[in-house]
């Protein structure tokens, strides 16, 4: 019967495969019917699948179902193996123009995994499993949720949009309203939804493919004073990155964002044109 489990002398990694296969037309799953599905014994299935979500490979929602997190970095493939040497000069310029931390990220299942800059005398950190963050309360994750597949949008929301302060957008209809705003400005900035304290700008960096493999972030202090010049020198380092991974056909990027939905008090934009001149001037000498 299926879920007795017909092969007893299955190894540990062929159940892993079969569970994990058990999900490959998409929706969740009890562990009944993943039982049902991979012909495995219930016992079996119910530690395996509890184990595979401790690891992340495995969702478990709140009624008890489970649910593959999808791996794909750039909701199309992976991102490029080389993306963090090929990125380093780009994100130090980035940081030595702006005086600010700059962090590169790429799409992770629902979290988004970086590398950071956040010292002139540090080279660029690591990705690692300790450097992730959620997508959906970062400028990172939103650059990049904006310009993926909807079905990867779909599965974050299905995975839990979780509060971490007041201010965290935790709905769905919200989060789409978020990506579509960053869609039309070319830009996403995220303010106090992580942290009280935190607030950054992000832009998308695009492939060969014309995906959005990974995107660029500059935590911002002051949103207001720092937003004109920042947006400009991100899109610029975002460009210089796209044309290191390949020709791509790229969406064009509004110069500037629409300042006056943040505040109705005049913006200053006296620093901008030497911010993305001294950035244009570091990239281009090493071209």
Not at 132 to 148: D, I, V
Not at 164 to 180: D, P, W
Request: proline residues 7%; glycine residues 6%.
């Amino acid at each position: 019967m299926a879920g007795n489990g017909s092969e007893p002398r299955r190894s540990v990694i062929s159940k892993v495969v079969a569970i994990v296969r058990s999900f490959d037309s998409g929706g969740s799953l009890t562990v009944t019917e993943i039982a049902h599905v991979a012909d495995l014994p219930l016992s079996t299935v119910h530690r395996l699948a509890h184990e595979l979500a401790a690891w992340g490979i495995l969702h478990r929602r709140d009624d008890g179902r489970f649910e593959a997190v999808l791996r794909a970095r750039s909701g199309h493939g992976d991102w490029p193996p080389d993306l963090r040497a090929l990125a380093a000069p780009t994100v130090d310029d980035l940081y030595t123009v702006t005086k600010n931390d700059v962090r590169l990220g790429v799409l992770d299942g629902p979290r988004v995994s970086y590398v950071e800059k956040t010292d002139g005398s540090r080279p660029l950190s690591d990705f690692s499993e300790a450097a992730k963050l959620p997508a959906h309360a970062t400028a990172l994750g939103r650059a990049l949720l904006a310009f993926s597949p909807a079905e990867t949008v779909d599965h974050l929301v299905r995975y839990g949009l979780r509060s971490y302060t007041s201010s965290t957008v935790t709905t769905a209809a919200r989060l789409r309203h978020a990506l579509n705003v960053v869609r039309m400005r070319g830009v996403a900035v995220v303010s106090h939804e992580l942290l009280p304290d935190h607030s950054a700008a992000a832009v998308p960096v695009f492939g060969p493919d014309g995906e959005a493999v990974a995107a660029l972030e500059v935590r911002l202090r002051d949103v207001r004073a720092e937003l004109p010049c920042v947006v400009p020198a991100l899109t610029i380092a975002a460009r210089a990155l796209c044309r290191d991974l390949g020709p791509a056909d790229v969406p064009p990027v509004p110069a500037r964002p629409a300042m006056q939905e943040l505040s109705t008090a005049p913006v200053v934009l006296r620093n901008s044109h030497g911010t993305v001149g001294a950035l244009s001037s570091r990239i281009g000498r090493r071209r």
